[in-house]
């Protein structure tokens, strides 16, 4: 489960990262801003699909003559990556994202089939909660 977890987020990541034309990248932007998140988090999503935060790797690539290994672990290069999925740091609960990811899995596919049986279901917005309470 978790391995499926990460390799659907490290697909939807290379699959953002690797859109560079103006049509995909008016996609995406159209796609996070429908997102019904505060701007503050939409703003850190397009950020991190153009890959526009400072992160060590980005300011070596900038040729600023820093070490750019991750502060957390110690052991690779700070990418944004890095920070928010592949460091052992960001791992550590990797166990509740991993049953949260189930439970919401769970919750949007329960909710399309009550949809489509035209039986009472959640609203989209109470789906994370509802998760977050069976974890
Ligand atoms: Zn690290």
Same mark, same amino acid.
């Given at each position: 489960?978790?391995?499926?977890?990460?390799?659907?987020?490290?697909?939807?990541? @290379?699959?953002? *990262?690797?859109? @560079?034309?103006?049509? @995909?990248? !008016?996609? %995406? #932007? &159209?796609?996070? #801003?429908? *997102?019904k998140?505060? /701007? &503050? %988090?939409? !703003? +850190?999503? #397009?950020?991190?699909? &153009?890959?526009?935060?400072?992160? &060590? =790797? /980005?300011?070596?690539?900038?040729h %600023?003559? %820093?070490?750019?290994?991750?502060?957390?672990?110690?052991?690779?290069?700070e @990418?944004?990556? !890095?920070?928010?999925? *592949?460091?052992? =740091?960001?791992?550590?609960?990797?166990?509740?994202?991993?049953?949260?990811?189930?439970?919401?899995?769970? +919750?949007? #596919?329960?909710r399309? /089939?009550?949809?489509r049986?035209?039986?009472?279901?959640?609203? +989209? !917005?109470? $789906?994370?909660?509802?998760?977050?309470? *069976? $974890?």
């Open positions: 489960m978790w391995s499926a977890y990460r390799m659907l987020m490290e697909a939807k990541t @290379s699959a953002l *990262l690797s859109s @560079s034309s103006p049509m @995909s990248t !008016h996609r %995406i #932007w &159209k796609k996070i #801003w429908k *997102l998140f505060p /701007n &503050k %988090i939409r !703003h +850190f999503l #397009w950020r991190a699909a &153009k890959d526009s935060f400072p992160t &060590k =790797q /980005n300011l070596r690539l900038r %600023i003559p %820093i070490d750019d290994t991750c502060d957390g672990c110690s052991d690779q290069s @990418s944004l990556m !890095h920070c928010l999925w *592949l460091c052992d =740091q960001a791992r550590a609960g990797s166990g509740f994202r991993c049953a949260l990811f189930a439970m919401i899995a769970w +919750f949007l #596919w329960e399309r /089939n009550r949809m049986e035209r039986q009472r279901t959640w609203q +989209f !917005h109470e $789906v994370g909660d509802k998760a977050k309470e *069976l $974890v």
